[in-house]
């Protein structure tokens, strides 16, 4: 069976198509047939060696990739989600060792799949599956009610962008940032004010809210740069596990997604938003596996809006 992995760490020609056992479905599980899986920067971060001390790679390859797509092709005993063979499903994959959502199959956990969107293709699906839940996660942590106030670092980004709409279907008002070519894009996403990107958006974002927002994610990593934003007492989350020095009463949390693999009731809700047209699916382009190095270095490459999807 094929996959997309690595036998050493290194720059995007480290990626290769392998070839992995083939796997079956225990009790409680759901195979894939996985016909898509997304592009994510954590792949990156994978294949570099960054999340080395991560990762099984004993022995290589080592497969990455955390969102699939694709059609169920056998179902374990006991499997009691209503997911039937032939399904069209997507999930989230938290990598581990040749485990990886880079493969032709795939098997899960039934709390981790559900049916695609109802319209979407199966390379549309992909993309939401991680990403999805990890703006779902930010906002749990983050804890606001309607009417406050959130603001989004990276919001033209699949996370942030997530992030913009989930906000607006729970009431938020949201400020978010953008460059110039992205302005339009992040208010259509649902942003109420876009401000400037850039090393100084806190204070971008304290000229709108002089007191500071109630609570922001941080999806460009500019960590502390964007703390001052933040009003006493308020929220921070960060994807990468920044966390701040105390500071003004700020409550900081850290926004990891693999605590919620197999939450299936959440991806599910992500699921009806995209059918009830509150979430939007973006995909920037389509690769072979073969292709998987090309993929990985036009990501890597910055500006890419959407996700970029290996087809198998």
Partial sequence: MRAVGIMLHGGPDVLQVVDVPEVHAGPGQIR??????????????????????????????????????GIVDEVGQGVSTGVRIGDAVMAMVVPNGRHGGYREQIVLSERAVVPIPAGATLVEACTLPMNGLTARQSLDLLGLSPGQVL?????????????????????????????????????????????ARGKDVAARIRDHFPNGVDGLADGAVLSDLAVPAVRDGGAFTSVRGFVGEPQRGVRFTTTFVRSYDGAWEKLDR???????????????????????????????????????????
């Avoid at 792949?43 to 001390?53: C, I, L, P, V, Y």
């Fill in 32 to 69: 894939i047939r996985v016909h898509a899986a997304c592009v994510n920067p954590t792949d990156t971060m994978a294949r570099n060696g960054s999340r080395a001390e991560q990762q099984k790679v004993d022995p290589p390859p080592y497969v990455p990739g955390m969102d699939v797509a």
């Fill in 151 to 195: 603001a989004v670092t990276g919001a033209a980004g699949a996370y942030g962008g997530y992030i913009v709409q989930l906000a607006k279907t729970e009431g938020l008002t949201v400020i978010a940032d953008a460059s110039e070519a992205d302005r339009a894009l992040v208010l259509s996403l649902g942003a109420d004010i876009v401000v």
């Fill in 270 to 312: 992500l699921r009806q938003l995209v059918e009830a047209g509150a979430l939007t699916l973006r995909v920037a382009a389509a690769y072979t596996p073969e292709q998987a190095a090309d993929a990985h270095r036009r990501l890597e490459a910055g500006g890419t809006r959407g996700r970029l999807v290996i087809a198998f």
